[in-house]
């Protein structure tokens, strides 16, 4: 296979099985991506990484751009060499971040100026262009668009003015990114109206087909983005598969930020590829847990002499050698190894979970996987 190449393995129904190649190495769809925001997955090493199956880990531009550096990194040899992690890698362009900014962010048709005001409260300005100079810099296979997000709900004006600078802005990464041993993405916006996801589709589709006859390149797949921004899923679901089948089937389909068990199989469903999300680290942290009985708190009094394994019917390190109990003391404690045993286990669930639901692909049985969970108490996730 060709750098970039998307090759479908199966379909059924709407879901896909694949395998993606990158200049780190290929993996295999449907996927779970771990989200390593500062170059870390926090509380898991990167060998821990390569014990849970991870296939891509995921690290964040904005927040590598102001510490250590995308100077630091590039020295480094790259996200890669710096995190040790010797695997397909993708950085997020930083938008969703500075949405996060607020009123400390102002942007305009040519970029967006901000307030670091989660590091030094200093000032900065980028371009789609500055952005994917310090995406290439930092050197993961796989790098998102320069977009912009509008939270749910929005006045449908404002979703239609971030929709046109997204794909505005898309042409202009796709013109300045020139780094042929990273991928690009588009990223499709819209909202939850499904006219403007459509047309976003259709414009980032007409600017490939223009670089494309002027001896440029195409994007190699397509981020879904501007979902899970406070609505409920059921609302996203009502237009995502339309969009995913709106995309061309040749290249991979990656919906940003979305990562409860149910959703995921959901998604999957509808024909997303990929997938990522902090929520498996950040709520092992706070204490919780997916398992095939649905989600855990383990701070629970009912955990306190309950010396069996968290999940019996998972293999991962924690269930195999920890009890409900000993995490308990450890949650209540407010011990570390609580939260990355958790998180361990968590991502150790979700990406099992992709590989089952590849399997179901595999199978053409995937509405019969996906009629299962749904049935299960496992499906009480969220």
């Known amino acids: 296979m060709a750098l970039f190449d998307y090759e479908i393995q199966a379909q059924s129904g709407a879901a896909r099985a694949g395998r993606y190649e990158t200049a780190h ?23 821990g990484l390569r014990d849970l199956n991870a296939q891509v880990v995921l690290a964040n531009t904005y927040h590598l751009y102001m510490r250590p550096g995308c100077d630091v990194v590039e020295e480094a040899g790259g996200v890669q060499a710096f995190m040790n992690y010797d695997g397909p890698m993708l950085t997020d362009s930083g938008g969703f971040q500075l949405f996060s900014l607020d009123h400390m962010m102002k942007t305009d048709a040519d970029g967006v100026s901000f307030h670091a005001r989660d590091y030094d409260g200093s000032k900065h300005r980028w371009t789609p262009e500055d952005n994917m100079r310090i995406q290439e810099r930092l050197g993961a296979d796989i790098v998102m668009q320069l977009d912009q997000c509008v939270g749910y709900p929005a006045e449908r004006a404002a979703v239609e003015a971030s929709t046109k600078l997204s794909w505005e802005w898309a042409e202009r990464c796709l013109a300045a990114h020139k780094r042929e041993d990273q991928a690009l993405f588009g990223i499709v916006q819209g909202g939850m109206h499904l006219d403007l996801r459509l047309e976003s589709v259709r414009r980032l589709l007409a600017i490939e087909q223009a670089s494309v006859d002027a001896g440029g390149r195409r994007f190699d797949g397509f981020g879904i983005g501007g979902y899970s921004v406070g609505e409920e899923h059921d609302v996203m679901f009502q237009t995502l598969g339309d969009v995913c089948a709106a995309l061309p089937a040749d290249r991979p389909r990656y919906l940003m930020g979305v990562g409860n068990p149910t959703t995921l199989v959901r998604a999957v469903g509808v024909g997303v590829d990929m997938l990522d999300c902090v929520l498996p680290t950040r709520t092992g ?29 998972c293999t991962c390190e924690t269930c195999t050698h920890y009890t409900r109990a000993y995490i308990r003391h450890l949650v209540k404690q407010g011990e570390m190894l609580g939260g990355i045993l958790l998180s361990m286990h968590n991502l150790h669930f979700l990406i099992d979970l992709m590989r089952r639901a590849r399997e179901a692909v595999l199978a053409d049985a995937y509405d019969e996987f996906l009629a299962e969970w749904m049935a299960s108490p496992a499906a009480d996730d969220y």
Not at 25 to 44: R, W
Not at 291 to 298: A, F, K, L, Y
């Open 285 to 313: 942290r706070m204490g919780t847990a997916f398992s095939s009985t649905g989600r855990m708190n383990m701070r629970n009094a009912k955990y306190t002499r309950d010396f069996g394994p968290l999940d019996p019917t």
């Open 25 to 47: 190495g290929a993996f295999t769809t449907p996927v779970f991506m771990p989200v390593g925001t500062h170059a870390t997955v926090k509380g898991i090493t990167s060998r």
